[in-house]
Structure formats: C-alpha cells, structure tokens
Nanobody, 124 residues
Framework: QVQLVESGGGLVQAGGSLRLSCAAS????????MGWFRQAPGKDREFVAQ????????YYADSVKGRFTISRDNAKNTVYLQMNNLKPEDTAVYYC?????????????????WGQGTQVTVSS
C-alpha cells in the first residue's frame, strides 16, 4: 500500500515557476515508477511526466517538454515536478501517481495509487 500527498500548488503569473512535491508512505517507494498527471475542468486527466524506478528514465508530454522536470529523492520518499515558464493552459489540478509495472506510462489506468491533487492556477 502506498499513500501519496501532493503539495506546492498555488497561483502564479504566466512565465513564473512552481515546484510540486509528492510525499509517499511505504518502504518500497524506490520500486515504484512515479507519474504526474493533471486535469482541467471539463477535460480528461492527462499525462504530464513519469520517472521510472528501475533506471530513473523520464518521460514527458509534448506540451511540457523543456519546461517541466520530474525528479525523485528515494531517501525522502518524495517525487518533484519543477514547472518553469508556466502558461495559462497549465492551469489544472495536478496529481501524482505510483505504479510498479506499466507498459503505457502515459495512461492513467496503469497506475495503482493516487494522491488527492493540488491546484495550480496560472494567470495571464
């Protein structure tokens, strides 16, 4: 069982930065690949980024590539999402999620555990 708690969301102007954190419980955090997803009002939940447990490989949605960076600190059981050059279209609730084995890292259905989400609002 893994419990996830996100933090770090807030209101920021376009062009600004935020760093989201996701603290995980459980002694096997290092054996889970961690993903970030987001959901805007009226839209489906969409993939943002993933970092794999096996080799720290990272994957990003095209819409955030070059602006967002996912990282993890296994000693702190925490995964981060550094978001730079934020745009109004990045406004959404951001969720972290955990999965041990996934074939399609971009599919929310692959993930076993989810946090409660943190709101990110980018003003123009």
């Amino acid at each position: 069982q893994v419990q996830l708690v996100e933090s770090g969301g807030g209101l920021v102007q376009a062009g600004g930065s935020l760093r989201l954190s996701c603290a995980a419980s459980g002694r096997t955090f290092s054996r889970y690949s961690m993903g970030w997803f987001r959901q805007a009002p009226g839209k489906d939940r969409e993939f943002v980024a993933q970092i794999r447990w096996s080799d720290d490989s990272t994957y990003y949605a095209d819409s955030v590539k070059g602006r967002f960076t996912i990282s993890r600190d296994n000693a702190k059981n925490t995964v981060y999402l550094q978001m730079n050059n934020l745009k109004p279209e990045d406004t959404a609730v951001y969720y972290c999620a955990a999965v041990q084995y996934s074939a399609n890292y971009y599919s929310p259905h692959e993930y076993d555990y989810w946090g409660q989400g943190t709101q990110v609002t980018v003003s123009s």
